[in-house]
């Protein structure tokens, strides 16, 4: 049991942000098991207020790069899950929208696990009435979360970033 514990640890602390791909196609196998492991987070009543639109194709990619000061990595990724939230399943905001977060991050999880690379680009969001639109989905009905932008890792370019730093654990708690 402990190897096990041991490996999800070091997977949750090693997933970092991924910007630069290879573009190499990824099976659909793959892409079931990533919405599969974000369908496994925990929502409020069980509600699941997800809808995901899995998009690879070039022209949807550039539309939705469009709306993007990061649309290079949008359109540079194999694929793009554009995930919302249906307004319908939900029952409580804030709850919906934190569920929202957890299938976004097992998502991410799954993908680094995968030995892929992902971003969850949320500065999109200030465009979600027209990402709707490219969908023609209603406002009334989809929120846009976020989009995730999943591919093979560049190595070449990743690689040489600076490391990752966390806050001290100490700055952000208080002990009662």
């Given at each position: 049991?402990?190897?096990?514990?041991?490996n999800?640890?070091?997977?949750?602390?090693?997933r970092?942000?991924?910007r630069?791909?290879?573009?190499?196609?990824?099976?659909?196998?793959t892409?079931?098991?990533?919405?599969?492991?974000?369908?496994?987070a925990?929502s409020?009543?069980?509600?699941?207020?997800?809808?995901?639109?899995i998009v690879s194709?070039?022209?949807?990619?550039?539309?939705?790069?469009?709306?993007?000061?990061?649309?290079?990595?949008?359109?540079?990724?194999?694929?793009n899950?554009?995930?919302?939230?249906?307004?319908?399943?939900?029952?409580?905001?804030?709850k919906?929208?934190?569920?929202?977060?957890?299938?976004?991050q097992?998502?991410?999880?799954?993908?680094?696990?995968?030995?892929?690379?992902?971003v969850?680009?949320?500065?999109?969001?200030?465009?979600?009435?027209?990402?709707?639109?490219?969908?023609?989905?209603?406002?009334?009905?989809?929120?846009?979360?976020?989009v995730?932008?999943?591919?093979?890792?560049?190595?070449?370019l990743?690689?040489?970033?600076?490391?990752?730093?966390?806050?001290?654990?100490?700055?952000?708690?208080?002990?009662?």
């Amino acid at each position: 049991m402990e190897s096990k514990t041991n490996n999800l640890l070091d997977l949750i602390k090693s997933r970092k942000s991924v910007r630069n791909f290879i573009y190499k196609k990824i099976d659909n196998n793959t892409i079931r098991e990533i919405l599969d492991c974000g369908r496994w987070a925990p929502s409020g009543q069980n509600s699941q207020p997800w809808k995901v639109c899995i998009v690879s194709h070039p022209t949807v990619k550039r539309m939705i790069a469009e709306q993007s000061k990061y649309g290079g990595i949008i359109e540079s990724a194999y694929l793009n899950f554009v995930v919302f939230l249906d307004l319908e399943r939900g029952y409580d905001r804030v709850k919906d929208v934190l569920a929202m977060g957890a299938f976004i991050q097992n998502m991410l999880l799954c993908v680094h696990a995968k030995g892929l690379g992902a971003v969850w680009i949320g500065e999109i969001l200030k465009n979600k009435e027209k990402i709707n639109e490219i969908f023609k989905l209603s406002t009334e009905k989809y929120e846009l979360m976020g989009v995730i932008t999943v591919g093979l890792i560049d190595d070449a370019l990743e690689k040489s970033k600076d490391g990752r730093e966390r806050r001290a654990i100490d700055e952000f708690i208080d002990w009662f």
